[in-house]
C-alpha cells in the first residue's frame, strides 16, 4: 500500500533550527518533495529529492535516504513567517504526487 | 506568466447544484492536475492532463466529477448534483515534463473553496 508518516505538530523557537521528519511506503518512487502552506493559501514547492543526500536552498535543506524510506525536511533561523504546515509528498509515478497529512509548524518568539 | 490561476476563488451552492470551476495553467506547462483539500488533510489527487489528454483518474473521483482540458490550455472540474461531502478546497497545479525517471515540480494555483449547503 501506500502511506506517509510525519508528525502533526511541532513548536521551535524563533532563531532556532527545527527538523520535520517524514517516512513513506510506497510501491513506486521518483522522489519526495516538500511543500509550504499557510493558512488559507496554496501549497508552494520548497524542494524535491531524488536521489540520496542533502538539497539546500537558503535556509531550507530537505534530505532522503531511499534505503530508509525516510526524509526530513530542515529550516535554520526560524522566523515567524515560517509558522506555516509542510508536506511531504512522493512521487509513486513521475506525474503525480502523494501527499501526507502535514506537520503543522509554530514558531514562537 | 504569474502562476496557477483558478476562478472562482470561493462557490457557495446548494445541495444538488451543478457547479463548475475553471484553472489556468502556468502557459508553457503540459501537464495539470487537480486536487481535492479538506481542512487538516494534504492535498488528494483527483485528475491528471498532460496537454488535452486526461490520462489518469482517482478512484476518489465519482461518476458525479467530470475535467476536461479542450485545447490543453486551460481546465475545468465540474460537480454535478452537489452533496455536502463535496465542500473542500480544490485545488489546480500544473508542471513541465521533467522526463520519465524524475517527478515533476507541480505550482499550485490558489483554489476554489466550495462549500455545499
Known amino acids: 500500500g501506500q502511506s506517509l508518516e510525519q508528525p502533526s505538530e511541532v513548536t521551535a523557537v524563533e532563531g532556532a533550527i527545527v527538523q520535520i521528519n517524514c517516512t513513506y511506503q510506497?510501491?513506486?518512487?521518483?522522489?519526495l518533495s516538500w511543500y509550504q502552506q499557510h493558512d488559507g493559501g496554496a501549497p508552494t514547492f520548497l524542494s524535491y529529492n531524488a536521489l540520496d543526500g542533502l538539497e539546500e536552498t537558503g535556509r531550507f535543506s530537505s534530505f532522503l535516504s531511499r534505503s530508509d524510506s525516510y526524509g526530513y525536511l530542515l529550516l535554520q533561523e526560524l522566523q515567524m513567517k515560517d509558522s506555516a504546515s509542510y508536506f511531504c509528498a512522493y512521487h509513486p509515478g513521475a506525474n503525480n504526487l502523494f501527499f501526507g497529512t502535514g506537520t503543522r509548524l509554530t514558531v514562537i518568539p | 506568466d504569474t502562476g496557477v490561476s483558478q476562478d472562482p476563488r470561493h462557490k457557495i451552492t446548494k445541495r444538488g447544484q451543478n457547479v463548475t470551476f475553471r484553472c489556468d495553467p502556468i502557459s508553457e506547462h503540459n501537464r495539470l492536475y487537480w486536487y481535492r483539500q479538506t481542512l487538516g488533510q494534504g492535498p488528494e489527487f483527483l485528475t491528471y492532463f498532460q496537454n488535452e489528454a486526461q490520462l489518469e483518474k482517482s478512484r476518489l473521483l465519482s461518476d458525479r466529477f467530470s475535467a476536461e482540458r479542450p485545447k490543453g490550455s486551460f481546465s475545468t472540474l465540474e460537480i454535478q448534483r452537489t452533496e455536502q461531502g463535496d465542500s473542500a478546497m480544490y485545488l489546480c497545479a500544473s508542471s513541465l515534463e521533467a522526463g520519465p525517471t524524475r517527478g515533476d515540480t507541480q505550482y499550485f494555483g490558489p483554489g476554489t473553496r466550495l462549500t455545499v449547503l
Open positions: 510506497t510501491s513506486g518512487f521518483y522522489g
